[in-house]
């Protein structure tokens, strides 16, 4: 499979404090990739690093091409979004503004038609168009996340606890449209997720990290098999 993302010996720090000590992972294109862990463990920061949102070093490379040093901005434009924790939607303006958003740099014709086929996935937020941001539910909101940052079409969608604060039946509703957008879109994904088996049913391979190191690999069938793994490092 051809790599979208390799990471080797990734090391970030926040200020003086390294978090960060040795990440290494690769997401191939179309692949869903789960990063597991405990709290603490660094997933956050590795999804931050991508983005040139922390300070980092060692070898990050989306396409062959290197990231290291990069503004936000650029990263972005070269195809890669970022949902973060806690959603991140503009809460004063309405679900089509921040849609139009999500499209910020784009000047093709077919933004229009890319807002309806994200309404047409995500009913919920056609139904609320024209509602701010703030005053939808935390699935929706988190719906929204999701659908902005596609409007950017991404090759690769980096997810940062999607499920967090959601209801049990709206977790399986974001997750069953993370699959069909895998499906229909062929985004790649890397998932940061404490709900560990929900993201294994979801990801082709995943990455478990523990103290800011990378401490097993494999294909995601492999660890939900795994009682020991999950017990080890998963808390399950």
Not at 192 to 197: K, L
Request: charged share 25%; proline share 3%.
């Amino acid at each position: 499979m051809t790599a979208l993302l390799e990471i080797e010996d990734l090391t970030a720090a926040y200020g003086q404090i390294r978090a960060l000590h040795g990440v290494d992972l690769t997401v191939g294109e179309g692949q869903v990739v789960a990063l597991l862990g405990p709290n603490g463990a660094g997933k956050t920061t590795t999804l931050r690093s991508i983005c040139g949102m922390v300070r980092a070093s060692g070898r990050i490379a989306f396409r062959g091409r290197n990231l290291l040093g990069l503004a936000t901005e650029k990263v972005t434009r070269l195809g890669i979004a970022h949902v973060p924790e806690g959603r991140g939607t503009f809460s004063g303006l309405t679900v089509t503004e921040n849609l139009k958003l999500g499209a910020y740099g784009r000047h093709d014709p077919e933004v229009r038609r890319d807002i309806d086929r994200w309404f047409e996935i995500f009913p919920r937020l056609a139904d609320r168009r024209d509602q701010t941001a703030g005053s939808l539910s935390g699935g929706e909101q988190q719906m929204l996340a999701v659908a902005r940052a596609l409007l950017s079409r991404p090759a690769l969608l980096l997810l940062d606890e999607p499920s967090l604060g959601l209801a049990p039946l709206v977790v399986r509703e974001v997750f069953e449209v993370l699959a069909r957008i895998r499906a229909e879109e062929g985004t790649g994904m890397l998932l940061v997720e404490q709900n560990a088996a929900l993201a294994l049913e979801l990801a082709d391979a995943a990455y478990v990290l523990a103290a800011g190191r990378t401490v097993l690999s494999g294909p995601a069938a492999e660890i939900r098999a795994e009682d020991s793994v999950r017990r080890s490092y998963l808390g399950q």
